[in-house]
């Protein structure tokens, strides 16, 4: 797996934006930097502009950062983009048709491939383009810093059945430089059982369509939520994952809801502690800003997935149910929209691969023997999840997000595989 620096926390900033041109032409490269600072501004981009190069001395004072997009504006500009990019995780060259652009890229990339960097090259007619993929990039870069500097708690442990899905604190902090803390199962309970009563709730104010728990099981769940949100004010947690079984047994009750409320405001919250998953959804979120659904392949054929669970974001008419394994607690059923794009992904144990793909949610009628909210999604290629397993769960997202999601995975320094 690539990884040029020993801790992704080590970066300063998401993303470095540049114009790389020769002293010989240093206007032609002012002129470029002009037109994409305009458009940079006009996006609302959030990314270091450092408007335009024409030598190496001053580059280390950038700083390591995530990713660097780099227009190549003349011929000549080797030198700096080389040393741009030992300070980038990846890099992204942009070329036109014009004074020596795509030599300079070309003899620039080999350099860089042969450090063991990842380099993409763009064409590019206009500089609005350049503007368009920057803001992008911008989003995936900033999630990848994000995610990074992150604490992600682990509630209770790894269930026990995730035989392979699991990984040590040790690799995810040195290879995604994320702090994962270890917190008791005990701490959520007695947080329930601390200044939490347990009042009757009402559906309607969660904005349910319908409920077929009692007020007393809703109440329970809600206590669980707010147990959780007080672990997360208290170890600063940007996500999390709860051995959710383990509260059944202790509590007859279950962190569905509390997990779909989190997911619901794009916060990160995992089920059955499941670490991968829980950094695929943190990575999504954080990427996206959207929620993430977490669910097991419960049906596959070539072209088509169905992703079922008792958890998912409020993102449309839902129906409060139980959980299905138990019948306790509280479950949502929620009605995804049918005809809608959606991202599926997931990162491996390993912390080395990022799988992920583009499907249209397909009509499905809700079946009783499967998890609570059930998802059938057309998607080229889905066999794989059959052929070559990395897991029994799978991040999806509303939208494509594909690319967004897979820059971010690089600048991780993990490798992109599609179904």
């Given at each position: 797996?690539?990884?040029?620096?020993?801790?992704?926390?080590?970066?300063?900033k998401?993303?470095?934006?540049?114009?790389?041109?020769?002293?010989?032409?240093?206007?032609?490269?002012?002129?470029?930097?002009?037109?994409?600072?305009?458009?940079?501004?006009?996006?609302?981009?959030?990314?270091?502009?450092?408007?335009?190069?024409?030598?190496?001395?001053?580059?280390?004072?950038?700083?390591?950062?995530?990713?660097?997009?780099?227009?190549?504006a003349?011929?000549?500009?080797?030198?700096?983009?080389?040393?741009?990019?030992?300070?980038?995780?990846?890099?992204?060259?942009?070329?036109?048709?014009?004074?020596?652009?795509?030599?300079s890229?070309?003899?620039?990339?080999?350099?860089?491939?042969?450090?063991g960097?990842?380099?993409?090259?763009?064409?590019?007619?206009?500089?609005?383009?350049?503007?368009?993929?920057?803001?992008?990039?911008?989003?995936?870069?900033?999630?990848?810093?994000?995610?990074?500097?992150?604490?992600?708690?682990?509630?209770?442990?790894?269930?026990?059945?995730?035989?392979?899905?699991?990984?040590?604190?040790?690799?995810?902090?040195?290879?995604l430089?994320?702090?994962?803390?270890?917190?008791?199962?005990?701490?959520?309970?007695?947080g329930?059982?601390?200044?939490?009563?347990?009042?009757?709730?009402?559906?309607?104010?969660?904005?349910?369509?319908?409920?077929?728990?009692?007020?007393?099981?809703?109440?329970?769940?809600?206590?669980?939520?707010?147990?959780?949100?007080?672990?997360?004010?208290?170890?600063?947690?940007?996500?999390?994952?709860?051995?959710?079984?383990?509260?059944?047994?202790?509590?007859?009750?279950?962190?569905?809801?509390?997990?779909?409320?989190?997911?619901?405001?794009?916060?990160?919250?995992?089920?059955?502690?499941?670490?991968?998953?829980?950094?695929?959804?943190?990575?999504?979120?954080?990427?996206?800003?959207?929620?993430?659904?977490?669910?097991?392949?419960?049906?596959v054929?070539?072209?088509?997935?169905?992703?079922?669970?008792?958890?998912?974001?409020?993102?449309?008419?839902?129906?409060?149910?139980?959980?299905f394994?138990?019948?306790?607690?509280?479950?949502?059923?929620?009605?995804?929209?049918?005809?809608e794009?959606?991202?599926?992904?997931?990162?491996?144990p390993?912390?080395?691969?990022?799988?992920?793909?583009?499907?249209?949610?397909?009509k499905?009628?809700?079946?009783?023997?499967?998890?609570?909210t059930q998802i059938?999604?057309?998607?080229?290629?889905?066999?794989?999840?059959l052929?070559?397993?990395?897991?029994n769960?799978?991040?999806?997202?509303?939208?494509d997000?594909?690319?967004?999601i897979s820059?971010?995975?690089?600048?991780?320094g993990?490798?992109?595989?599609?179904?």
């Amino acid at each position: 797996m690539f990884s040029p620096f020993k801790k992704v926390n080590n970066m300063d900033k998401g993303i470095v934006s540049l114009v790389a041109a020769s002293t010989l032409g240093e206007d032609i490269g002012k002129n470029f930097a002009s037109q994409l600072e305009k458009e940079l501004e006009s996006r609302g981009v959030d990314a270091s502009f450092i408007g335009t190069l024409s030598s190496p001395d001053k580059i280390s004072e950038i700083g390591e950062h995530g990713s660097s997009a780099i227009l190549v504006a003349t011929g000549g500009t080797e030198s700096i983009i080389v040393a741009v990019g030992k300070l980038s995780r990846t890099i992204h060259l942009f070329y036109h048709d014009s004074y020596n652009s795509l030599p300079s890229a070309l003899e620039a990339a080999a350099a860089l491939r042969e450090l063991g960097k990842i380099v993409h090259l763009h064409r590019i007619e206009e500089v609005s383009e350049l503007a368009d993929f920057i803001k992008k990039l911008s989003i995936a870069a900033n999630g990848a810093l994000r995610l990074s500097r992150c604490k992600l708690g682990v509630i209770g442990g790894v269930s026990d059945w995730l035989v392979y899905s699991r990984t040590s604190v040790d690799d995810v902090k040195r290879k995604l430089g994320t702090e994962i803390v270890n917190i008791p199962l005990g701490e959520l309970v007695d947080g329930m059982e601390k200044g939490f009563t347990l009042n009757e709730a009402e559906p309607s104010k969660l904005g349910a369509a319908e409920s077929k728990v009692s007020p007393l099981e809703l109440s329970k769940a809600l206590s669980v939520h707010k147990s959780l949100e007080k672990l997360v004010k208290k170890y600063d947690l940007c996500g999390l994952t709860v051995k959710c079984f383990d509260l059944i047994a202790a509590k007859n009750t279950t962190a569905c809801l509390s997990m779909a409320l989190m997911n619901s405001r794009a916060f990160p919250a995992a089920c059955e502690g499941d670490v991968p998953l829980m950094i695929s959804m943190a990575l999504g979120e954080f990427v996206t800003g959207r929620p993430a659904f977490m669910g097991n392949p419960s049906k596959v054929s070539e072209e088509e997935v169905l992703i079922a669970h008792c958890t998912s974001p409020l993102i449309s008419r839902f129906r409060l149910m139980t959980h299905f394994e138990s019948g306790l607690g509280v479950g949502v059923s929620v009605e995804y929209p049918v005809g809608e794009k959606a991202t599926l992904f997931r990162i491996d144990p390993k912390l080395e691969v990022l799988r992920i793909g583009l499907g249209q949610i397909k009509k499905w009628g809700w079946r009783s023997d499967l998890c609570r909210t059930q998802i059938l999604l057309e998607l080229k290629g889905a066999d794989k999840i059959l052929k070559k397993s990395i897991g029994n769960h799978y991040a999806l997202i509303l939208g494509d997000w594909t690319e967004e999601i897979s820059n971010a995975a690089e600048i991780l320094g993990l490798n992109i595989e599609g179904f």
